[in-house]
């Protein structure tokens, strides 16, 4: 994930000294390597919660992207909200000043979370004097403060006036925060370019995006045996079912951090392709498609569909918003499936941020993917699953069979996933589409 450093900033130099912020002109811009550190090891995947592990494991797992952030000239690093062992990163001066700054030589700027000062007590900003003295005397370098400005100005003052926050500390912030200003060129260019604005949602972009759709793509089941495969369909035949609250909804393909902080659903904020345009847009124009969300099974029987496409998955969330107990499909998403895949060949396109439970549905889904959130460009999904290109994406992270087995990981002695991590079932492309055997070849193996 750390090659995203150099397509923002630029590819740093060779001669270029560790830990030195690098940005390479105004059409780059500055990256931050978060949230530092342990956050995605929190307790039951909690968010802002506490990461219980020990210094080896801390440096093993959650600490080298850290270390390859700053050997690839990152120029900040955001703190997290989580705790490692009940203290709080916000307030870690072992692992802010003493690790990221002077073992691993980090010379840009630490940043707060939002109002990351706040939560350092609970409830929230119960004791602000006490977390801005904590904060910053752990190696906070910038603070985020949406709001309350004002009173955190004049509580640092108070502090660094009656010598509880030593100047040295003030210096040490302002100059990594100019240093970064400096390399990014913002004092001699301290306004965006508008000439780069026509380049936003570009037709290049869109391809890009489209292509990076492809190949996430994760086809974990394809057809009730290996020498029966449904995928990749046909492009032409008489009439096809597409359903699913997710088939027709651009805010659902985005997910969270997008348009809006939590998301959005329905197709009015951004412009882009829905997974039920995209199959539109691919099938042979002689070939009907209906779409019904929620279809009932009589419905589904009684109109002869060659065979159907169901799209359903996960609403929108970020952060807090996104803890999750049981990791289910929303409703009405289970009901489609047995509606659907009970009485006829069906395709189950899932749209989430994570594996979700679907293992009690597994057996009557002849075709399984997993298109994550696929963004604005959903043709990349019709793409692939109708045979233009090939399926090659392999899972991330091992899926479940149950939310019982959480937390599970490769090596766990009690191991036993629905699908393993580096599992993915590969297609080639085809540019024969008929009724009689799309399909011409398939494997599958494991990372």
């Known amino acids: 994930m750390t090659d995203i450093i150099p397509g923002l900033q630029g590819g740093i130099p060779t001669d270029s000294p560790k830990g030195v912020p690098f940005v390479a002109g105004k059409n780059n811009v500055v990256a931050c390597s978060k949230h530092y550190v342990g956050d995605g090891g929190t307790t039951k995947g909690i968010d802002e919660n506490n990461t219980v592990i020990d210094w080896q494991g801390l440096l093993s797992i959650h600490m080298p992207a850290y270390y390859t952030s700053i050997m690839k000239g990152v120029s900040t690093v955001m703190i997290s909200y989580s705790s490692w062992n009940e203290i709080k990163m916000h307030t870690n001066r072992e692992l802010i000043t003493g690790f990221l700054k002077n073992t691993l030589g980090f010379k840009g700027f630490v940043i707060s979370d939002w109002e990351g000062l706040d939560r350092i007590t609970y409830p929230p900003h119960a004791n602000y004097s006490y977390s801005i003295q904590a904060g910053i005397h752990a190696g906070i370098d910038m603070v985020m403060v949406p ?35 400096f390399v990014v060129g913002l004092f001699e260019n301290p306004l965006a370019d508008n000439s780069l604005v026509d380049q936003l949602g570009s037709q290049e972009h869109r391809e890009l995006a489209r292509e990076a759709v492809r190949k996430s793509l994760v086809l974990l089941k394809n057809g009730q045996s290996l020498n029966q495969p449904l995928l990749p369909l046909p492009k032409k035949t008489s009439k096809i079912l597409v359903a699913g609250s997710h088939a027709d909804d651009l805010g659902y393909q985005c997910g969270g951090w997008t348009m809006e902080w939590q998301g959005f659903n ?65 409703d009405p998403g289970p009901t489609t499936i047995r509606n659907v895949c009970g009485a006829m060949k069906c395709v189950v396109i899932i749209i989430s941020g994570r ?16 298109a994550w959130l696929p963004g604005t460009e959903g043709q990349g999904v019709a793409d692939v699953v109708f045979g233009d290109y090939g399926f090659t994406g392999k899972l991330p992270r091992t899926w479940f069979k149950t939310v019982d087995q959480l937390p599970m990981n490769v090596g766990d002695p009690h191991y036993d996933p629905l699908y393993p991590f580096g599992f993915g ?23």
């Open 147 to 181: 709001y309350n400005y004002k009173e955190f100005i004049d509580g640092l003052t108070f502090h660094v006036k009656n010598n509880v926050i030593p100047m040295s500390r003030i210096d040490d912030a302002v100059r990594r925060i100019l240093r970064v200003k």
């Open 266 to 330: 329905g197709n009015n904020r951004t412009i882009g392709t829905t997974i039920l345009a995209a199959i539109k847009n691919t099938v042979d124009p002689s070939t009907n498609v209906v779409y019904k969300e929620n279809p009932n099974a009589e419905f589904v029987k009684s109109n002869n569909f060659s065979y159907a496409i169901v799209v359903v998955g996960e609403h929108p969330y970020a952060e807090t918003d996104g803890d999750s107990m049981n990791l289910t499909i929303a």
């Open 355 to 370: 594996p979700v439970v679907i293992e009690p549905y597994l057996a009557s889904i002849d075709a399984l993917v997993a």
């Open 425 to 447: 079932i590969t297609t080639e492309p085809t540019t024969r589409q008929s009724d009689d055997n799309p399909f011409l070849s398939i494997s599958s193996y494991f990372n």
